[in-house]
């Protein structure tokens, strides 16, 4: 199963567990676009709707593309009664737009599964001029908080986090100014997050390369983990940087 699908698996765990971005980057987003009523929006891969709520308030004129069909299942229950929100459960790579443009297109620890050449050639095409691409991700630190808790986790991972095959990133945001994009801008917005042994084994069984590990190792991983966490007073405390990077088409 390729990386970008297994998402897909576990739709309720992912909804109820995959984080939420802060309120002050959406904030920035709107005030800085002027997004709202006739504004049209792309959102690229939109999961459960973990980005969603924020851009679909502002009563743009807001169109989703998510490759999962658990997914969107889940996008049409929750916004499928809005009148603004449209859903396209296709691949963004293959899919044909029709001559469609965008305003303001944007993607929340999507964009980084599309080969570099196409997420940012093909957005460039899809936006009018003067539109804005907008690239959110997450850098969660656990180290800072309690670096002993972190040494054990890491003794879990050494020891069985083997994975059948390793996830090949190599994605820059930065080289969107390579495909004809200018203005490149990188924000930074702070958050905390604090979970239990059980809330964070739900967590982090979401990432892509923990829900593709196998048996003999992947029992005695999340064993591992959850005794690591439990041996540190049960709970593990993240301190978050929600990094938003922005570029405009001319």
């Given at each position: 199963m390729e990386y970008r699908l297994c998402f897909d698996t576990i739709p309720e765990q992912f909804d109820k567990w995959r984080i939420h971005y802060s309120p002050e980057l959406f904030e920035h987003?709107?005030?800085?676009?002027?997004?709202?009523?006739?504004?049209?929006?792309?959102?690229?891969?939109?999961?459960?709707?973990?980005?969603?709520?924020?851009?679909?308030a502002t009563g743009?004129?807001?169109?989703?593309?998510?490759?999962?069909?658990?997914?969107?299942?889940?996008?049409r229950r929750k916004y499928g009664g809005r009148e603004n929100f449209s859903l396209i459960n296709d691949d963004f790579i293959t899919h044909d737009f029709g001559g469609a443009k965008f305003d303001f297109?944007?993607?929340?620890?999507?964009?980084?599964?599309?080969?570099?050449?196409?997420?940012?050639s093909?957005?460039?095409?899809?936006?009018?001029?003067?539109?804005?691409?907008?690239?959110?991700?997450?850098?969660?630190?656990?180290?800072?908080p309690d670096p002993a808790l972190f040494a054990d986790i890491q003794k879990?991972?050494?020891?069985?986090?083997?994975?059948?095959?390793?996830?090949?990133?190599?994605?820059?945001y930065d080289n969107a100014v390579n495909y004809g994009f200018?203005?490149?801008?990188?924000?930074?917005?702070?958050?905390?997050?604090?979970y239990t042994a059980d809330e964070y084994i739900q967590y982090i069984g979401t990432h892509s390369d923990h829900i593709m590990l196998e048996e003999p190792y992947r029992t005695p991983f999340f064993e591992g983990v959850y005794k690591a966490v439990m041996s540190h007073g049960g709970k593990v405390v993240y301190d978050d940087t929600y990094i938003l990077k922005t570029v405009r088409k001319p």
């Open positions: 987003i709107i005030a800085k676009t002027g997004i709202g009523r006739g504004t049209k929006v792309l959102e690229l891969g939109p999961g459960t709707g973990q980005a969603t709520e924020p851009i679909l743009c004129d807001y169109t989703a593309i998510e490759l999962g069909e658990n997914f969107a299942e889940m996008l297109i944007y993607s929340a620890a999507t964009i980084q599964w599309i080969p570099e050449d196409i997420a940012f093909k957005t460039f095409e899809l936006l009018e001029s003067g539109g804005m691409l907008a690239m959110m991700y997450l850098h969660g630190d656990y180290q800072t879990v991972y050494d020891a069985y986090f083997k994975p059948p095959t390793n996830y090949k990133g190599g994605f820059v200018t203005g490149l801008e990188t924000k930074y917005f702070k958050g905390r997050r604090e």
